[in-house]
């Protein structure tokens, strides 16, 4: 297995390796998260992840810690050359039994470090095969986009299959419409417009996902947002994944489906390299 | 403000008060729980309890860590007279980052000892006025009826008003049939039938919404589940809400809505002096 426990903590600016008991981040799933990649001691996107961070606060009424506070306890986890992974986690802290936030909140935070993901770097190039999961993503505009702590759903997808060729699984919302994979974002290309679903009732508004808009942009690549369904993954001519950790993925097969094995595509590869001269992707070269 | 805070939390069969920073409980909300009310040393609906948790453990695929452990644990908590809240939490324990499960899963299990809530026990005889919420809960037939730690949705309804008069909030589901209310499950009497919004999409099968259908049979009440709406409610010629803590209360007002206040009804009165009487409600007397 590959070593994905955390190296270290360091919690409300203190390392320790747990956290309160009352947390409501525990009892209620009551906060969000960033990852965000570190490369060479630089977090990557790092401003991009903070204002996410705080547009989460907003919307779930939790106080935002601060990007200076942060910042100043990033600095406080030892960054070793090459890459690692930061994991921020900002609950509504502690405050007793009951749904009820408590009238003065006390946000508590969370800085973990994890070794690199031991995902093959080649994913990149040659592409990944991914699957259809069962598990559907439930709809809810309120919470929909938020990088939250209720993640029950994905958990229960990513545990559908075992097998380690299948890189990614692809979930749909409850009108048959695609939201996403189990981790990353996802993007067809059909007919030369670079197309992604969007967001407004399920999924998360990653960073990379946004990366990716404003190349486009900057390339006049056509993008769009919209309600796309299984019969759209079928018949698109390039098909990648993105997140924070793994960049971009092309995508070659669907497991099940009909099709059989694509190339990864020539958008695809465009956007790649024009990020990749950006330093926007975790893969240098 | 009321005393909320937890006495005592025995984790993993330790007394302690904080938890693996790694565990799943918290990164993803991946665990359920239970909420117990326990009398003069007695957890109430004990066996319910227990079957309710395994049951969430078989649909989340988390090892259920099986009714003697708990019950042994449960015994080392000290137990003063009276009234006090058992909240049990299990989760799916650590295993580093990435929504995946581990390939062996060892479940957290805590135990915390809350001190009764300060809910006026006049509430179950005269009754308490409602709200509906703007929050909706989300559809997920994968979920519902689980007593999972996700509860982002009841954190955000519950948040939604400050005013003390009101004890709970009623939530619609997407499709705008009710669903139940933040903290508990929501009756309605309509021409002499007991009638409880289904659980298929959303909700959780509380313990006592149960006791309640049970006592209904046992009285020869007609019950049913299924979709009821707004309609349906403001037409209702009683409304109550049950929890494992509050047993009956009865609904006399459903704050904005047209109709005025009601008094408790004669069936809702008939379930409570039925159910006192075998002593399954938390109220004596």
């Known amino acids: 297995m590959p070593l994905t426990a955390a190296l270290m903590f360091l919690i409300n600016g203190e390392h320790r390796d747990s956290l309160p008991a009352g947390d409501r981040g525990l009892h209620y799933g009551d906060g969000l998260f960033e990852t965000v990649a570190v490369i060479d001691g630089r977090p990557q996107h790092w401003q991009a992840h903070l204002r996410r961070m705080e547009d989460g606060c907003v919307r779930l009424k939790i106080p935002f810690p ?14 070793p050359a090459g890459r690692w992974v930061l994991k921020i986690i900002v609950t509504r802290g502690g405050g007793g039994r009951g749904y009820r936030p408590p009238p003065v909140v006390q946000p508590a935070r969370l800085l973990c470090q994890y070794p690199w993901p031991d995902y093959p770097d080649d994913r990149a190039v040659q592409g990944v095969r991914v699957r259809l999961c069962t598990t559907r993503l439930g709809s809810n505009p309120l919470l929909a986009g938020i990088k939250h702590l209720n993640r029950l759903e994905q958990v229960m997808a990513r545990s559908e299959w075992n097998d380690p060729a ?13 939201v996403s994979g189990t981790m990353s974002n996802l993007f067809l290309v059909s007919q030369g417009r670079v197309r992604t679903p969007g967001l407004s009732q399920a999924g998360v508004a990653g960073v ?23 019969k759209e993954l079928q018949r698109a001519e390039e098909i990648f994944l993105t ?7 092309p995508v070659i097969e669907i497991a099940g489906a009909s099709g059989g094995e694509m190339q990864p595509g020539p958008i695809t590869r ?16």
Chains 1, 2 share one sequence.
């Not at 299948?166 to 695609?178: C, H, T």
């Not at 465009?270 to 070269?285: I, K, N, S, V």
Request: hydrophobic share 45%.
């Open 166 to 178: 299948i890189a990614e699984g692809l979930m749909l919302g409850l009108d048959g419409n695609l």
């Open 243 to 249: 997140n924070s950790l793994i960049g971009i993925w």
């Open 270 to 285: 465009t956007l790649r390299t024009h990020m990749l001269e950006l330093e926007a992707l975790p893969q240098h070269g």
């Open 208 to 230: 990379m996902r946004d990366q990716v808009i404003e190349a486009c942009r900057r390339l006049n690549l056509p993008v769009e947002t919209g309600a796309f369904g299984v």
């Open 66 to 79: 601060g990007a200076a506070m942060l910042e100043d306890e990033f600095g406080r986890l030892p960054s």
